[in-house]
């Protein structure tokens, strides 16, 4: 119940294409979920969160989409750059549990120019 | 730059070794937590200390402990290491306790164990 399932484990997608990645979680006591973006060497570096109670967040080329019923939410990266490639994990967290962030496996982002 | 401080960025150590990571939270964050990844176990939470205290373990062995100092820098101790505590080990810190606020993540210290 503690796990947030992600997929795809890598993605190849072409200079200005949209990056779509998916993770889905079961314990519906999570609510915060951030995105990660993690390049080699480097720490995770946050890029977008959402709450339950929105549907959408747009933050520049990054959007996410979160569907409560499903248990699902996504990353979408508009107008894809070769700097994008990356690592991008998801992640959930509780109140009640003091923020531990639990990570999806990670998808693995190769943009080709 | 997330504004969080880890050292030393890699140790290369033997088997049954002890070792001490530090991490320094952002200036004002309360809260410090500690993940360890791994290719086989990806990012898992270790700990979690606040103003000085231990508020959430996660699967953290016996063999691992922390402790968060006055100045709020904190320290992971490993001991008795063992080939399968080799990985990444980065903290994060927060300005709250509860979920929902921002973690920014230290570069990590590259731990490996021969």
């Known amino acids: 119940q503690q796990q947030v399932k992600q997929s795809p484990q890598s993605l190849i997608v072409q200079k200005g294409g949209i990056s779509i990645i998916n993770c889905a979680y079961e314990n519906t006591a999570f609510d915060y979920f951030p995105w990660y973006q993690q390049f080699p060497g480097k720490g995770p570096a946050l890029l977008i969160a959402?709450?339950?109670?929105?549907s959408e967040k747009k933050e520049g080329r990054f959007t996410i989409s979160f569907n409560k019923s499903a248990k699902q939410f996504s990353l979408h990266i508009m107008d894809s750059q070769p700097g994008d490639s990356a690592t991008y994990f998801c992640a959930a967290s509780m109140i009640d549990q003091g923020g531990k962030l639990i990570f999806g496996q990670g998808t693995e982002l190769s943009v080709k120019p | 730059d997330s504004g969080v401080t880890q050292t030393p960025k890699h140790l290369i150590t033997a088997t049954g070794q002890r070792v001490t990571l530090r991490c320094s939270p952002r200036?004002?964050?309360?809260?410090v937590y500690w993940y360890q990844q791994s290719l086989d176990q990806g990012l898992q939470f270790l700990i979690q200390?606040?103003?000085?205290?231990?508020?959430a373990k996660g699967n953290i062995l016996e063999r691992f402990s922390a402790q968060q100092f006055p100045d709020l820098h904190s320290e992971l101790n490993l001991s008795s290491l063992e080939l399968g505590d080799s990985a990444l080990y980065f903290c994060?810190?927060?300005?709250?306790?509860?979920?929902?606020?921002?973690?920014?993540f230290g570069p990590g210290t590259r731990l490996t164990v021969l």
């Open positions: 959402i709450r339950p109670d929105v």
């Open positions: 200036s004002g964050d309360l809260s």
């Open positions: 994060a810190s927060s300005l709250r306790l509860a979920g929902g606020n921002e973690q920014f």
């Open positions: 200390y606040y103003n000085g205290e231990e508020r």
